[in-house]
């Protein structure tokens, strides 16, 4: 399956294929120095088999989890590229999830100016969601993608099979922002999450979950308007990731939480059953004074307002200005 993302001068083609890892060189310009950029929590296979298809690899394994997203991390991807005398005819492939995605991409717009990336992502989360559209950043002063830039990739592979690897757990992580993506878009698509097996259709679980992306990305590729949707869910999943130990709650389960308060009422139970399938309804004891200190120091917030979306019908959004209080007080009721 072929995606065309459509941003002019900054086009590219997202390719689900399973087992196109194996096919890398085939659909990405590899004759070249080539900075594969991994985790030590990605099988090392993965990056070993993208840079045995490489004329001149250099593989740079980061540790796992959000502390790699940094300035010291960056620094390190941009002596690598200097010292191995890597030029802007040179590129950096991410073959991770999304912390390996934001930081590549992010070396990738600044050495040099700019140099190809190519993006491989992983998990299933950085499959449906983080791999494309081009946001690209680091975690500074304890703010999460406060130091970034837009820069698109040339090209995403997204291979389901490298999936059979991931825990049960990291699956639920990824699953969240395909059921955030299906409340706001494809009312079709949460009809898949409420009635039919959801490993047998991961497959079209990941295309329809790129297509909304796809499609949002095209009309509003730098977040001026209608890209907000994509945060649906993330102002209180911030407030209460920014809150917890990184391992009592991931990034998709903390986005999971805060989508509950975001849907309207009379919806809301078909909500938490479709979240309690994918193992994504983990109430714990929330320190409610935390996470209203990171909510207004997300990017995202104006002051003492924030702008949210709410849903109060499957498919169907709704951007709103409301007062982080307010936010707040939802959060409070619903979890």
């Not at 950029?37 to 796992?64: F, H, M, N, R």
């Not at 019908?313 to 709704?318: H, L, R, V």
Request: aromatic letters at 6%; charged letters at 25%; one cysteine or more.
């Amino acid at each position: 399956m072929n995606i065309h993302l459509d941003l002019k001068e900054n086009s590219y083609d997202i390719i689900v294929e399973r087992g196109i890892l194996a096919k890398a060189g085939e659909h990405l310009n590899l004759d070249r120095r080539v900075l594969v950029v991994t985790d030590s929590g990605v099988p090392e296979i993965y990056a070993k088999t993208l840079a045995a298809q490489c004329k001149t690899p250099v593989i740079c394994t980061v540790e796992t989890g959000e502390a790699s997203k940094s300035l010291e991390t960056f620094s390190e991807l941009l002596r690598l590229m200097l010292e191995n005398s890597f030029s802007r005819k040179d590129c950096v492939v991410a073959v991770g999830g999304g912390v390996v995605g934001d930081l590549s991409g992010f070396a990738a717009s600044a050495y040099m100016r700019g140099v190809d990336f190519y993006n491989i992502p992983t998990t299933l989360l950085s499959q449906i969601d983080s791999s494309i559209g081009g946001k690209t950043a680091v975690n500074f002063g304890g703010i999460k993608n406060i130091v970034g830039a837009f820069y698109q990739p040339k090209k995403v592979l997204i291979d389901p099979e490298l999936l059979e690897t991931l825990p049960e757990r990291q699956i639920s992580n990824g699953l969240a922002e395909a059921v955030k993506m299906a409340l706001t878009s494809d009312e079709e698509l949460f009809e898949i999450f409420e009635k039919k097996d959801i490993n047998k259709n991961i497959d079209e679980i990941i295309i329809r979950s790129l297509n909304i992306k796809k499609s949002v990305v095209e009309q509003d590729e730098k977040e001026s308007g209608l890209r907000k949707i994509l945060n649906f869910g993330h102002t209180i999943g911030h407030g209460i990731e920014g809150s917890v130990n990184m391992e009592e709650l991931y990034h998709g389960e903390c986005v999971a939480l805060g989508i509950i308060p975001m849907c309207d009422e009379k919806i809301r139970p078909r909500v938490i059953d479709v979240l309690k399938k994918c193992n994504l309804y983990n109430l714990i004891d929330f320190d409610w004074d935390k996470i209203s200190k990171v909510m207004f120091h997300d990017k995202k917030a104006d002051g003492d307002s924030v702008s949210v979306t709410t849903v109060s019908e499957i498919g169907k959004f709704e951007i709103r200005t409301m007062k982080c209080s307010q936010v707040i007080d939802m959060a409070k009721t619903c979890l």
